[in-house]
């Protein structure tokens, strides 16, 4: 049985395929059981599709593969605090856990600027922990964004 640390790893292989396509390095796997239904990486500059978040691509592809809207118990491992958006598609998707690596400060939805998952006025709360993989889930977003204002000129490398 995989543990949160080796879907989170997953998640981190993912995050280094956007790394490498030039897209903030986020990934994700989404599992129901045992069973993996779905991993995906950011990629709205190259889909040319604002909300092709690791996320939301993950639980398209799961609702395909388990022909079903609804993916009641299923777990979505990420590496970055999900955004607001995102946050809507698991409550809308019936997730029963979400799992990620890093807090964002500037956008996250989960725990950081909203508590969309947990908040009693909507029918629907997904269970959420945090800090698995924290270090390298960070790190690869640190150094995307260091590599980012190098080429821009804003800071020296």
């Not at 998952?117 to 640190?142: A, K, M, P, W, Y």
Request: glycine residues 6%; hydrophobic residues 45%; contains cysteine.
């Amino acid at each position: 049985m995989l543990t949160d640390e080796d879907y989170m790893k997953m998640a981190l292989d993912e995050a280094r395929k956007a790394f490498a396509q030039n897209e903030v390095p986020v990934g994700a796997v989404l599992a129901q059981d045992d069973r993996i239904l779905a991993m995906a990486h950011n990629a709205p500059i190259s889909g040319v599709d604002a909300t092709a978040h690791a996320e939301m691509t993950a639980i398209r592809e799961a609702c395909r593969v388990s022909n079903n809207y609804r993916l009641t118990g299923a777990r979505l491992y990420v590496t970055l605090e999900p955004c607001l958006m995102c946050a809507g598609a698991i409550l809308q998707a019936r997730l029963a856990r979400v799992v990620f690596g890093a807090r964002d400060p500037k956008a996250g939805a989960v725990l950081s600027l909203f508590r969309v998952l947990q908040d009693s006025r909507l029918n629907h709360r997904v269970e959420v922990t945090e800090g698995i993989l924290r270090e390298e889930c960070g790190e690869i977003l640190s150094r995307f964004f260091k590599e980012k204002r190098v080429e821009t000129g804003s800071v020296s490398p």
